[in-house]
């Protein structure tokens, strides 16, 4: 016996894909094949069939069905940290998101952004065991561990990372982090700075704005923070003044963190400062020119990204981490491994792009 046919929201049945079929004169399967655009019917045939479904209302073949044949739902998940307006503030979100979404065109998948409330690791977890999904991507920054992780190991979804969460079940596109913190720190280095600070990105989801404390180097740390900042006192030492944010990455808490290092006699203030994120950077520069400092000459800034801030008028020395190709690779993995294919870990390389923030000091 066949299922009742759906009703629309005012109680009349909804036209299907044979009702259009009937009227057209044609088969199912001919119809089917004008809506999905693969295979060889005239173009009169073709227009009959649309003429019809338009008169009579049919919006094309039901697409739960379709992904129930084909064993596909057509949705991609990506978990961003904290609220998902925050990943739309940040412009290497926005890169790695474009060309991600750019390379899942092919597919054709559809995105699902899934903010994960900070600190709350497991409040995702009801939400998703009610969505379909092909695929997982944990984009971004994020906790080293998360339950969201066996939950969908369990159901058999793959999953895909920048670096997060770090475990074995999720194909990664990372970079050396601790490697990086110290290519850039290094550079400040060898241009003659010795009085150096470094201005993190949040180091857990518990963090405040202020100095970095060993109750903040816990197991549970971002990795991209804890990789940078381990990089920067690889060639400062432990004893370097370093600070976080506490916000993330944002160009007030950069300005937050510059006033607070900056604003001292000459003498006490650090003569370079080395931040996690171009937009950071940004903040630290803008804080400089209001207490009416040079930037490079009174005080040398860094980035991390290589995102591009064209309301800034230097531009940054900066890690260069390619987002929209950090994307593209995430999405390449995806489509290998939907299409049967078991893909790598991927390390991708970053360079150094000097800019105009650095100099050697006055």
């Not at 952004?113 to 600190?119: K, N, S, T």
């Not at 390449?332 to 299409?339: A, G, H, N, P, Q």
């Given at each position: ?10 109680g ?32 009169a ?8 479904a338009?008169?009579?209302?049919f ?5 739960l ?13 990506v978990v961003?940290e ?11 979100a ?17 995105l ?9 690791d ?15 991507v ?7 561990s998360s ?17 997060v969460?770090d475990?074995?079940r ?5 970079i050396?982090e ?5 290519r850039?720190?290094r ?13 993190a ?6 963090s405040?704005?202020g100095?970095?404390t ?5 197991p549970?740390?971002?990795v991209?923070?804890?990789?940078r900042l ?48 171009d937009?950071?950077?940004?903040g ?24 591009e ?15 929209q ?5 995430l ?12 893909p ?13 923030t ?5």
């Open positions: 016996m066949p299922p009742p046919r759906q009703a629309s929201p005012g009349v049945p909804r036209p299907t894909l044979r009702d259009v079929a009937d009227r057209a004169g044609v088969s199912v399967s001919t119809a089917s094949l004008v809506f999905s655009g693969k295979g060889p019917v005239s173009a045939t073709a227009e009959r069939v649309r003429s019809v338009e008169e009579i209302g919006a094309g073949p039901n697409p069905a379709s992904s129930l044949r084909h064993g596909r739902a057509g949705v991609v998940g961003v904290g609220r998902v307006r925050v990943a739309f503030r940040d412009p290497f926005i890169s790695v998101l474009d060309g991600l979404a750019e390379e899942l065109d092919r597919t054709p998948s559809g699902l952004l899934l903010g994960q409330p900070a600190g709350d497991a409040g995702l977890v009801p939400m998703v065991s009610g969505l379909a999904l092909d695929a997982v944990f984009s971004l920054c994020g906790p080293g339950p969201l992780v066996d939950h969908l190991a369990a159901r058999g979804i793959p999953m895909f990372g920048t670096g969460p475990d074995d999720v194909t990664q596109v990372r050396d601790r490697a990086a913190g110290a850039i720190a550079h400040v280095q060898d241009l003659g700075h010795h009085r150096v600070a470094h201005v990105m949040s180091m857990t989801a518990r405040v704005a100095p970095i060993a109750t903040d180097l816990t549970d740390a971002y991209s923070s804890r990789g381990e990089g920067f006192r690889d060639v400062f030492g432990a004893d370097a003044e370093a600070i976080q944010t506490g916000d993330g990455s944002s160009v007030e808490g950069g300005i937050v963190a510059g006033r607070s290092l900056l604003d001292r006699p000459p003498a006490q203030r650090p003569t370079a400062i080395v931040a996690q994120s937009v950071i950077a940004a630290v520069v803008l804080a400089a020119e209001e207490l009416g400092l040079s930037v490079p000459r009174d005080v040398s800034v860094t980035g991390f990204d290589g995102v801030l064209p309301w800034l008028p230097q531009r940054l020395t900066t890690i260069d981490q390619h987002g190709d950090k994307g593209r690779i999405g390449t993995l995806v489509r290998e491994r939907l299409e049967g294919r078991h790598r870990t991927v390390t991708q390389p970053v360079h150094l792009r000097e800019g105009t650095t100099a050697r000091p006055s």
